[in-house]
């Protein structure tokens, strides 16, 4: 009984303790976006309009993922991922 207890909230506490150690997004403005690109921020809102590079909404600003981004440019040009057709999805169904 008491050891179910104690087996229980250390579970309760190791399993905080890894989702606190996950890395979280790091979401760049439009201008850090650029920087990290080493491009004009209007390539990058040129991106989002071809639907390149899908940003994220924080109210009426734009967020760009900074692991995106770098996946973004680290692919070839004109090859397409699963990612890009499910965000095309996405985009298409407005949801």
Known sequence: MVRDAV???L???LRNLT???KPRAR???AQQA???AQVN???IY???SQGKLLPKRAGNRLRFAQDDLERFMSRKEGEVTD???DEKVVRMLGA
């Open 27 to 29: 979401y760049l403005t």
């Open 11 to 13: 579970r309760d506490e």
């Open 41 to 43: 921020p209007n390539v």
């Open 46 to 48: 040129k991106w989002v």
């Open 19 to 21: 989702e606190a150690a």
């Open 34 to 36: 650029a920087d990290v």
């Open 83 to 85: 990612q890009d057709l």
């Open 7 to 9: 087996r229980d909230v």
